[in-house]
């Protein structure tokens, strides 16, 4: 009758090796009020020095990023590399690159809840506002790239005195729609994820500022169950046109490339190819960005080994969903009896940017593949070298479909190698300053794990949970 | 709202009485105490959402779906026109030797508007069909119930409910395995 404390309960707190059974989801014996606590604590405690320190190189980078931008905008785009036949060079490059890190978050937050993979509630938050940082970054270069940016606003459909209309017809306009729409959504997504988890930073506030700012983000919400109702179905409903979302961005990011008649671009195989190089990138991002703060703050027992090896499985899946791409993009150049597919494959693998085509190799293909032994998908060293690598890699997957096909197309006259300039390489640097003080900011302010979607996945949650059997194992 | 049932001094209407409960289980058994009493101005408030709570309380399900799909067509309709009316209408250019109304390349805008204002229609019909943002709430007044975002669940039970019962329902939660059991001014 009386009812038995959760805390009083002894919780296992082991790894469960038998595949039947589930390793619970929060390690360390914590509680819900064990979790708000560890979620908490990097918000309300004093602010780390080591933050301080990260803080200031990202925001030096920035620094970085609005001189070069300003550069470009006063002097255009010849600061660039960028000349005939390569007229898009690292810009799109890091474009592709940073929106594909983004379709991680959109992944974990909305695939992997339609799947019921609970696992996912303690990378979520996380990774979506990953996936917010990455997408700003990702928008600023088609930004800065068309050259006269203050008539950027021509690709949206504004009535203005020229009375023309943006062409519909186009797929760089489909791409602006997409990358918008993508942005907003996730924003939206994340910040309705964050009212619950603001509402106990709310409840918890001992300043009257901390008050004021977390009780109005938390726009009054208080748990109440006649709310909570209406919060999962658009939560869920949220997940399920986020899905389709996600697929669409990099199929509609990769038609700008397969929509040409470049060799080499011109390939049916480029939206599922685009999707899975994104997850997987962004998988790595999320890798790396997890392993440093689960050690700096505390949160090995909300983010444990189970996550991550999970994490790494997904890297191995889609990892070789890119390495068949690659094999089949080979296939098709010589079975399709183009010459000029033909040569650009024997090109990106034997040709001048041929450095760059092993690079992408070696670490989108064979580096993942070590994730195949269960010891390497939990060695926390080797996965943090591992993520790295892989996105070295995807980045110069984008750099040789970009530039490869561009700088030998139809006409030997017209060939050219394509060198970036300091210029390039400053904006580069500078985004992950963008990014990193973005990421940092929401690392100090924002419960970095989602609180509510923990406890809930977590067994005592369960109104039918019996105290009494807790520690036989199969739950989770 | 027939009785104005009053709280210590009878100076300021009391909105509910509220008991904070340890456990979901411990919830779940309180919620269908309320519901076998009759009560049906009730409501629970809990750090996540408690499966199974909303049937005991009696709690009708969302009506945001409905919304949600208005949102939709009203994307996918208004983006398919507006790109009809400019690109065939408005101003016709021959681009690529296409027709005007090129549907299949009008199909990624389309898609792209049906998903944005199926999320406006999401987020933004939850939090109004939930009336937030409001900042203030009177069971914002019970002593523990910050607790409610972090690690215990309670039940409201409105003072306007027809079958409400100072003494009775407060022995109901009681009885029940509520604590902190309080009255709170509206």
């Known amino acids: ?11 296992p707190d082991e790894i469960v090796e038998d595949p039947r059974r589930r390793t619970r989801l929060v390690q360390g014996g914590l509680d819900f009020a064990g979790v708000t606590a560890a979620v908490c604590r990097p918000v309300e405690a004093k602010t780390p020095l080591a933050w301080w320190v ?3 190189v990202a925001l030096s980078m920035l620094g970085c990023l609005v001189a070069c931008v300003a550069y470009l905008f006063w002097t255009g785009v010849g600061v660039w590399g960028l000349n005939v036949p390569v007229a898009w060079g690292w810009a799109i490059v890091n474009f592709v690159w940073w929106v594909g890190i983004g379709h991680a978050g959109t992944l974990i937050s909305a695939i992997l809840f339609l799947f019921r993979q609970r696992w996912r509630t303690g ?5 979506e506002a990953m996936t917010i940082f990455a997408v700003i970054c990702a928008l600023t270069f088609p930004t800065i790239h068309v050259g006269r940016v203050w008539l950027i606003w021509f690709a949206l459909p504004i009535p203005t005195w020229q009375s023309i209309w943006p062409n519909f017809r186009s797929p760089l306009l489909w791409d602006v729609f ?16 964050l009212i619950p988890d603001i509402a106990t930073v709310r409840d918890r506030a001992k300043t009257k500022i901390r008050r004021l700012v977390y009780g109005v983000l938390a726009l009054g919400w208080r748990g109440s169950m006649r709310h909570w109702i209406n919060y ?9 046109v986020s899905t389709p979302l996600v697929l669409s961005v990099h199929s509609i990011v990769s038609f700008d490339f397969a929509v040409s008649v470049v060799p080499g671009w011109h390939s049916t195989i480029f939206p599922p190819y685009f999707v899975a190089g994104a997850v997987f990138s962004g998988f790595a991002m999320v890798m790396t960005l997890a392993l440093i703060a689960r050690r700096i703050y505390g949160l090995t027992d909300l983010i444990t080994i189970e996550h991550l090896d999970n994490m790494n499985k997904i890297m191995l899946v889609t990892g070789m969903m890119v390495g068949y791409s690659y094999a089949v993009e080979f296939f098709v150049a010589w079975y399709s009896g183009n010459p000029y597919e033909s040569f650009i494959f024997q090109a990106r693998a034997g040709g001048q940017y041929a450095w760059a085509y092993w690079i992408m190799v070696s670490c989108n293909v064979l580096v993942p593949q070590l994730f195949w032994f269960r010891k390497l998908r939990r ?28 700088s030998q197309d139809f006409l030997p006259s017209n060939w050219g190698y394509y060198r ?3 210029i390039d390489i400053g904006t580069y640097v500078g985004t992950f300053g963008l990014f990193f003080t973005g990421f940092l900011l929401f690392l100090r302010f924002l419960p970095m794990v989602a609180m509510a979607e923990v406890k809930g996945v977590m067994p005592e949650a369960n109104p039918h949970f019996d105290p009494a059997g807790a520690g036989k194992g199969a739950d989770r | 709202m027939s009785e104005k049932r009053t709280a210590g001094t009878g100076e300021r209407k009391s909105y509910a009485l509220v008991a904070e409960f340890e456990t979901p289980r411990d919830l779940l058994r309180g919620a269908e105490a309320l519901r076998d009493g009759g009560y049906t101005k009730v409501d629970a408030q809990t750090p996540f959402p408690v499966h199974g709570i909303d049937r005991a309380l009696g709690i009708p399900g969302s009506k945001l779906p409905w919304l949600i799909l208005l949102g939709a067509m009203t994307g996918g309709a208004g983006g398919l026109a507006m790109q009809w009316w400019m690109s065939a209408i408005d101003y016709p250019v021959k681009i690529a030797g296409k027709p005007y109304l090129s549907l299949p390349a009008f199909v990624p805008v389309t898609f792209e508007l049906t998903v944005l204002f199926t999320a406006f229609a999401a987020v933004f019909g939850m939090l109004a069909i939930n009336g937030l943002p409001r900042l203030y709430h009177p069971t914002f007044r019970h ?5 409610a975002t972090d690690d215990r669940f309670f039940l409201v039970v409105e003072t306007g409910d027809p079958m409400y019962r100072s003494d009775k329902t407060r022995a109901l939660l009681e009885s029940a395995g509520g604590t902190h059991i309080e009255e709170v001014e509206a």
């Open chain 1, 1 to 11: 009758m009386a009812s038995v404390s959760v805390s009083e309960v002894k919780i």
């Open chain 1, 54 to 56: 990260a803080f200031g």
């Open chain 1, 123 to 127: 990378i979520n938050r996380f990774a």
């Open chain 1, 178 to 193: 997409a990358v918008s729409t993508y942005f907003t959504v996730s924003l939206l997504f994340w910040y309705t994820g």
């Open chain 1, 232 to 240: 999962e179905k658009a939560y869920l409903i949220l997940a399920g």
């Open chain 1, 379 to 406: 060695n926390i060293p080797w996965m943090f070298v591992a993520s790295i690598l892989i996105n070295i890699g995807m980045w110069f997957e984008r750099f040789v479909i970009v530039v490869s096909s561009l």
């Open chain 1, 420 to 422: 970036p300039t300091l």
């Open chain 2, 143 to 147: 002593p523990t119930i910050h607790r």
